[in-house]
């Protein structure tokens, strides 16, 4: 069990430029969620895969955010025309049919 | 709707005294409850977690959590407070709609003083 891991830790850009962030969950996982945590917050939710299904998305997501998880593994969350109120820490975790989700490390986005 | 409150933003505590985090759940099911940890620039560690079957759950780092269902409370606790258990500590309740997601509360920073 190598854990969760999440690329890169840490991502400054520029307000409009787009950034994508790279998930790797608990290898026989067939869960995989996206959380954000904005500074004094507890995460949030975001969106859920199932294998290679995304299944449930929050109102959060806007059209500019879009997640993809080719072939039920990894999973890819692209952020499109970045805006300051994007600066978040990007939590993503994964589970197999329990209740149980174990968390990687985060990405902290910065958007100057 | 499922929801945790966590009260208190802030505790502060001397080394070697009791931890005590507060956490109140709103469910209209049996709950499954979580205590998770999280050190700076860091992810969440799950530190324990209730699934209907014990009222009191033992976690790791010496931590435990009773669950109380005519308090509505699942208080995280700890005999005697380490330097390192310095951190932010977030409950949270797994909404079983379909699929998984936690609903977490707002987080308690714990602060350990020598």
């Known amino acids: 069990d190598t854990g969760v891991s999440q690329d890169p830790r840490h991502k400054i850009t520029k307000r409009g430029q787009n950034v994508t962030f790279r998930c790797d969950p608990i290898?026989?996982?067939?869960?995989l969620y996206w959380y954000r945590q904005t500074l004094g917050q507890g995460p949030e939710f975001l969106t859920y895969f199932q294998n290679e299904a995304q299944l449930e998305k929050s109102r959060l997501l806007s059209d500019r955010f879009s997640a993809e998880r080719p072939k039920g593994s990894f999973s890819t969350l692209e952020i499109q025309r970045t805006e300051q109120g994007d600066s978040a820490m990007y939590l993503c975790a994964s589970s197999q049919r329990t209740d149980t989700q174990y968390f990687g490390p985060g990405t902290r986005l910065t958007v100057l | 709707a499922q929801s945790v409150t966590q009260l208190g933003s802030h505790v502060s505590v001397s080394e070697g005294a009791l931890v005590l985090l507060r956490c109140n759940y709103s469910?209209?099911?049996?709950?499954?409850l979580f205590w998770y940890v999280q050190y700076p620039n860091q992810g969440l560690q799950l530190l324990l977690k209730?699934?209907?079957?014990?009222?009191l759950v033992k976690g790791i780092n010496g931590f435990e959590a009773e669950f109380k269902k005519s308090e509505t409370s699942f208080h995280l606790t700890k005999p005697s407070a380490h330097m390192s258990d310095a951190a932010e500590y977030f409950c949270?309740?797994?909404?079983?709609?379909?699929?998984?997601?936690?609903?977490f509360g707002t987080g308690t920073r714990l602060l350990v003083s020598p």
């Open positions: 949270a309740v797994l909404v079983l709609t379909g699929f998984q997601k936690l609903v």
């Open positions: 469910s209209s099911v049996p709950p499954y």
């Open positions: 209730y699934t209907s079957a014990a009222t």
């Open positions: 290898s026989e996982h067939n869960r």
